[in-house]
């Protein structure tokens, strides 16, 4: 019987483990994940209020559920104090690395890490409760104005988090700090600041529809600067997707302005320079004007602007992180393979593969992890007769646990769930979700072993 670890629980990982089992009826797979609960990027990276994607949850579930897969939490694979991976590959005749790309790229101009500037990740994990997040309700103490750079669906969803009241927030699972954080914010104008042209923003057309929804906020487009972009005045040449993107943002440029309680204003053509210190912390952006090059890029004018905030959330695209014991392409960040199989010095390497972003990059909607998870296990299933062979330990899990790891089981985390709808029952919400490792932790035990 064949027996594979998912390293990663997330939509790549679930969706690996998924195609496995429906497309060999004996393999056995173990998912692991380092955290006490299971899901990735969909517990900890979709916004709180986007409750239809969020329902995917119940789809990864039923994977995890599935009879002849196994749910292992609190098994960190790689650094300091994790499993080696040398190690891991003992254990299992494969191992399929669904780790994702867990950091954000960085900016590189003067002033980046002055306090009040923080990647769109951090205020992401922190709105979602995940357990490194490293921030608290300082996030969004004494700010009034708040500049996104980046024109991406992260950077629509940080924008949207921050323009939404009380009310709205109330019913979504989010941590009662943040929440308490935000419903009391005095945040009422936010920037969304892409460095090209409307033409070549990365957000699709109903995230960035929804922001033209929100409660008492209007969004505040400028004609001129909308028109620096040729494809706006004729988008007739462009892909269908930008186009729907472009007549929406026409739309905002035409209407007459409101008297809306805050603002969202997007902005093109501006490149991020320099971020200002006021009083030891950020004060606001200094962007240089750039105009299209004529190839999909730009060039600077020598003009700047500077706007306003006393916070800035760099949401400029996720980076995948090397795992020691694996080959890593530090110019794309992802592993190199070749169907999936990791390749080491030029040569594909069987009973080692990658899927989901460490493979392709942080692109893309959730469903594309699951063509991506199907290549890779082809691959897998291809190599499975030779790999069969390999001696494993009969229980991986029991060789883990006696080495010392405390794995979270399925049953740990449907106690961390009953926690969280105990805590929400308190508050007088619905979920809440845990937000610290201790009352994670200290759930998961309350599981019979
Ligand atoms: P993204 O789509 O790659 O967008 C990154 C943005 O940052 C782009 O506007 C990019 O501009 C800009 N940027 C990069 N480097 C910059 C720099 N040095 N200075 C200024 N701007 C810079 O990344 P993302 O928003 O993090 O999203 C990652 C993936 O998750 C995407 O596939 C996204 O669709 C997906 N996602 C989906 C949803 C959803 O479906 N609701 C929600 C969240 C995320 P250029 O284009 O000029 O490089």
């Not at 790689?78 to 399929?96: C, D, F, I, N, S």
């Not at 700010?143 to 024109?151: E, F």
């Amino acid at each position: 019987m064949l027996r594979v670890a998912v390293v990663g629980s997330g939509p790549s990982g679930c969706y690996t483990a998924q195609c496995l089992v429906q497309q060999d009826p004996e393999v056995l797979v173990d998912v692991l994940d380092r955290l006490p609960c299971p899901f990735g990027l969909v517990r900890y990276g979709v916004a709180p209020d986007h409750e239809k994607i969020k329902s995917l949850q119940g789809n990864l579930r039923t994977v995890l559920e599935h009879d002849r897969v196994r749910f292992l939490g609190g098994v960190r694979v790689g650094g300091p104090g994790g499993l080696p991976v040398e190690r891991l590959r003992t254990l299992y005749h494969a191992v399929v690395y669904c780790v994702g790309a867990a950091t954000d790229r960085h900016l590189g101009i003067p002033g980046e890490d002055l306090p009040g500037s923080w990647s769109a990740t951090e205020f992401v994990s922190w709105y979602s409760a995940h357990p490194d997040s490293v921030a608290e309700e300082g996030f969004v103490r004494e700010v009034r104005s708040a500049v996104v750079i980046g024109v991406g669906n992260v950077a629509v969803d940080v924008t949207r988090m921050l323009a939404r009241g009380a009310a709205e927030l109330s019913p979504t699972d989010m941590p009662q700090q943040a929440l308490a954080a935000l419903a009391a914010s005095g945040v009422t104008e936010v920037g969304m600041v892409g460095r090209r042209g409307p033409s070549q923003a990365r957000f699709t057309t109903k995230e960035l529809r929804e922001l033209g929804g929100l409660p008492d906020t209007e969004v505040i487009v400028d004609p001129a600067e909308l028109a620096l972009d040729p494809a706006y005045a004729d988008p007739s040449g462009l892909p269908a997707p930008q186009r729907r993107n472009v007549d929406v943002l026409r739309g905002w440029a035409d209407r007459p302005a409101g008297d809306a309680a805050r603002h969202i204003r997007l902005r093109f053509f501006l490149r991020p320079v320099e971020l200002l210190a006021d009083g030891g912390r950020v004060g606001a952006v200094r962007f240089e004007r750039t105009v299209p090059d004529g190839h999909g890029g730009v060039t600077g004018t020598g003009r700047f602007e500077d706007v306003e905030a006393q916070l800035v959330l760099r949401s400029v695209g996720y980076r995948g992180v090397p795992l020691e014991g694996l080959p890593f392409d530090t110019v794309s960040g992802t592993v190199p393979h070749t169907g999936g199989r990791v390749v080491r010095g030029g040569t594909a390497s069987p009973g080692e593969y990658v899927a989901g972003w460490i493979k392709r990059g942080p692109t893309g909607v959730i469903g594309t992890n699951r063509p991506c998870a199907k290549e890779t296990v082809t691959s897998l299933l291809a190599d499975a007769p030779a790999l069969v062979h390999k001696d494993v330990p009969p229980d991986p899990a029991a060789v883990l646990r006696a080495a010392g790891t405390e794995t979270i089981g399925w049953a740990g985390w449907q106690a961390i769930e009953r926690a969280e709808a105990e805590l929400g029952a308190r508050l007088g919400r619905g979920i809440v979700k845990l937000a610290d490792w201790d009352s994670l932790l200290t759930a998961a035990r309350t599981a019979a072993p």
